[in-house]
């Protein structure tokens, strides 16, 4: 790992577009430098070459398969954090995964947040340039570390799936998600359901924050949803400077 480099880089090794898609936008929205592989080869071949910070590994590859990149990267003495990507739910796989020497494995389908919560931890434990544990925009703080959310220093209670809509506007502002990346990016990538789903959950963030009407988290019509941070003045000091 570099030192001045704060930005970690993610390696995935997995043939799947749609689950390569997913990770890749994903993963770039949150900062991360991210680089396929799309067989156990050549991704061996690419950390030959250094500079990675973690590995996410899936198992079925049209050559070597992912137990065996793992054994082969332990064998030659690498020690990046590796988490295992796996569509099967056998006990056995996550046996085999651990002892051939991953650190982690996630099951497909996964959601986006959970795969996120166990990079940030296996780039802690590694001791990776540590990340702001803080969000914070307008005067909401969310402490990633507590799980909580303050707005001008009063608790807000938010259930997890707010919980990750508001982590995301946070940590992109004035940035327009459209439904469907809002959905990738917070439900995961197999979530089927409508989209009105984002619309439901936004509308009680917005009662929650008590963002009525609507001026940190704004409606693009036609488009999706942004965070306005710098909207956050409240509607009566608005009318009063305005008059
Ligand atoms: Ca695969």
Known sequence: MN???????????????????????????EGYRVEVATSGNEGLKRL??????LLILDIMLPDIDGFEVCRRL?????????????ARKEITDRVRGL????????????????LLARIRAQLRRVGHASENRVLRGADI????????????????????TEFSLLELFLRHPRRVFTRDTLLNLVWGYHYAGETNVVDVHISHLREKLNDRPARLIRTHYGVGYAFHPEDAGSPAHREETRS
């Not at 030959?48 to 910070?53: E, I, M, P, T």
């Not at 064998?75 to 954090?81: A, D, K, N, Y």
């Open 3 to 29: 030192e001045i480099d704060a930005i970690a880089t993610i390696l995935v090794i997995e043939d799947e577009q749609t689950i390569i898609e997913f990770l890749r936008t994903g993963l770039r929205y």
């Open 74 to 86: 332990r064998e030659s003495g690498h020690t990046l954090p590796i988490i295992m990507l796996t």
């Open 141 to 160: 703080e969310m402490n990633l570390e507590t799980r909580t959310v303050q707005r001008a220093g009063q608790p807000v209670e938010l259930t997890p």
């Open 48 to 53: 030959r070459r250094g500079g990675v910070d």
């Open 99 to 114: 002892d051939t020497g991953a650190d982690d494995y996630i099951t497909k389908p996964f959601s986006f947040d959970e």
